[in-house]
């Protein structure tokens, strides 16, 4: 199974962007699916989640309040709404999936994508 992210892009801050992923087989039972994102030098960092079987979704502190996780109608595919973008936000982001419940932690997600640069100017 691979997933696809893509919907990244240069913005002023203040801006908004959304950033998109799918699953290659729309028959993959995928529990979790969520969005990271990682400078250079740092750590992967968790963004946001959506657990597929309650729609329950979760954020980092830092993204609360601005961006949006969202299921599409097509299975496994996934959101990211993205408002009020900061120059912190920039990053690559990622588009990861698990066959278990939601989790922060990077090394529990079996599936990831290829990554999407999302550039915020001030």
């Known amino acids: 199974v691979q997933l696809q992210a893509f919907g990244g892009g240069l913005v002023e801050a203040g801006g908004s962007l959304r950033l998109s992923c799918a699953a290659s087989?729309?028959?993959?039972?995928?529990?979790?699916m969520g969005w990271f994102r990682q400078v250079p030098g740092k750590e992967r960092e968790f963004v946001s989640a959506i657990s597929w079987s309650t729609g329950s979704t979760y954020y980092a502190d830092s993204v609360k309040g601005r961006f949006t996780i969202s299921r599409g109608n097509a299975k496994n595919t996934v959101y990211l709404e993205m408002n009020d973008l900061k120059p912190d936000d920039a990053a690559v982001y990622y588009c990861?999936?698990?066959?278990?419940?939601?989790?922060?932690?990077?090394?529990?997600?079996?599936?990831w994508g290829q990554g999407t640069q999302v550039t915020v100017s001030s």
């Open positions: 990861a999936a698990r066959r278990g419940p939601f989790s922060r932690n990077t090394s529990l997600y079996n599936y």
């Open positions: 087989e729309r028959s993959f039972n995928v529990y979790t």
